[in-house]
C-alpha cells in the first residue's frame, strides 16, 4: 500500500474546492443562546465514517449539491441548525462558491466543517489517481490547529477511489470553545477501515494486488454500479493493451474484475481473441480482505 503524499496539483482539478463560479452574498443567522452540555455520536453509513459531535452541534448528511462540480457528503455546525449547508450563493445571473460565500451563510461566532466529494468521478487517466490516503483518521490533514489561524484552505486527498477536500470555516470572532470544539470534532473523525460494500475502495485496493507487468495503474476506477442490472464495467485502451473494470455487488461483498488483452491493433475488448486475454477476480469482503478467487487466460507477455 501506499503511503499519503498530499498531492493535490494534477490537471484535471482545476480549482480544488475553490471552485469561483461569480459572487453573491447572504444574510448570516443569529446563535441560539443556550448551549447544550452533552457530546453524540454521529455515524454515516453511506459515506463510512464517525465522529464525536461537541456540545451543541449538528451534522447533516448527504449527498448535497453545493456547486458544480462539489458534492457535500456530510457537514457539522456549531450552533445546532439540523440539514444545514453552504451551498452556491446566487445574485443576478452569477453564483459563488468560495470562502467568503461559505463565510457569509455562517452566523457570528459559528463554526462549519464539511467533507466535499468532486463528483465526476477519478481522473480522466486512471492512473493519475492517488496516492491512496490510507489513515483512518484526520493526522495528515489536520494536525490540531487552531482553525482561527489556518484560514479556509481546503485539505485535499484521494481515497476509495475519489478525490475529496476537508473544508474548515471558523468565523473571525468564535470564542476559545468553539474553536476548542473544532479541533475536538477533527481529532474524533474516523473513516472505516473496511467500508463494506464500496465499490471505490474494493476497486482501488484489487488493483494494487494486480502483477506490476500489466501496468495496475491504468486500469479504470468505478466507484459506484450502474443502475441497471448485472455487472458495471469500464474499459480503457493504451497501446497495444486494453483494460477493462467490471465490477458487482453481491450482499455485502463487491467482486472485482479486470481483463487485460493484448495485440496488434485495431484492438478491442469484445474482439481480442482468447489467447491474448487474461483475467483476475476478486472479491472485497465485509472483514476488509481482498481475497483472488479466480484468474485465468492465456500466459501473459513476457511470462
Known amino acids: 500500500m501506499r503511503m499519503i503524499a498530499q498531492r493535490v496539483g494534477l490537471g484535471w482539478i482545476a480549482l480544488s474546492v475553490l471552485w469561483i463560479l461569480g459572487s453573491g452574498c447572504s444574510r448570516p443567522i443569529p446563535l441560539p443562546t443556550s448551549t447544550p452540555t452533552a457530546t453524540s455520536i454521529f455515524r454515516s453509513v453511506q459515506f ?17 449539491y453545493l456547486a458544480r462540480p462539489f458534492t457535500g457528503l456530510v457537514a457539522f455546525n456549531s450552533w445546532r441548525q439540523e440539514g444545514f449547508w453552504a ?8 453564483s459563488t462558491y468560495s470562502p467568503e460565500s461559505v463565510l457569509s451563510q455562517i452566523p457570528s461566532g459559528g463554526a462549519y466543517i464539511v467533507l466535499v466529494h468532486l463528483s465526476g468521478g477519478p481522473p480522466v487517466q486512471p492512473e493519475q489517481y492517488g496516492p491512496e490516503y490510507e489513515h483512518d483518521d484526520l493526522s495528515d490533514l489536520w494536525k490540531d ?16 477511489g475519489r478525490y475529496l477536500t476537508l473544508e474548515v470555516y471558523c468565523k473571525p470572532d468564535i470564542s476559545d470553545a468553539t474553536a476548542e470544539a473544532v479541533t475536538s470534532l477533527l481529532a474524533s473523525w474516523r473513516f472505516d477501515r ?31 454500479r450502474s443502475r441497471s442490472e448485472g455487472p458495471t464495467q469500464s474499459t480503457e485502451q493504451s497501446g497495444t493493451a486494453v483494460r477493462t473494470t467490471e465490477v458487482q455487488i453481491q450482499g455485502e461483498t463487491v467482486v472485482v474484475k479486470f481483463n487485460y488483452c493484448w495485440g496488434e491493433l485495431p484492438l478491442s475488448a469484445d474482439t481480442t481473441p482468447a489467447e491474448q486475454c487474461h483475467s483476475w477476480r476478486y472479491e472485497a469482503r465485509s472483514s476488509g480482505a481482498v481475497v483472488l478467487v479466480e484468474e485465468g487466460g492465456a500466459a501473459l507477455p513476457g511470462d
Open 87 to 94: 451551498p452556491e450563493v446566487t445574485a443576478g445571473n452569477s
Open 145 to 160: 490547529r487552531d482553525c482561527r489561524e489556518s484560514g479556509t484552505r481546503p485539505a485535499g486527498f484521494f481515497k476509495w
Open 48 to 64: 463510512h465514517l464517525e465522529v464525536t459531535l461537541p456540545p451543541g452541534w449538528s451534522a447533516a448528511e448527504g449527498p448535497e
Open 194 to 224: 473496511a467500508p463494506v460494500g464500496d465499490v471505490g475502495w474494493a476497486v482501488v485496493e484489487a488493483r494494487t494486488l494486480l502483477p506490476p507487468s500489466v501496468e495496475p495503474s491504468k486500469f479504470p476506477i468505478l466507484t459506484a
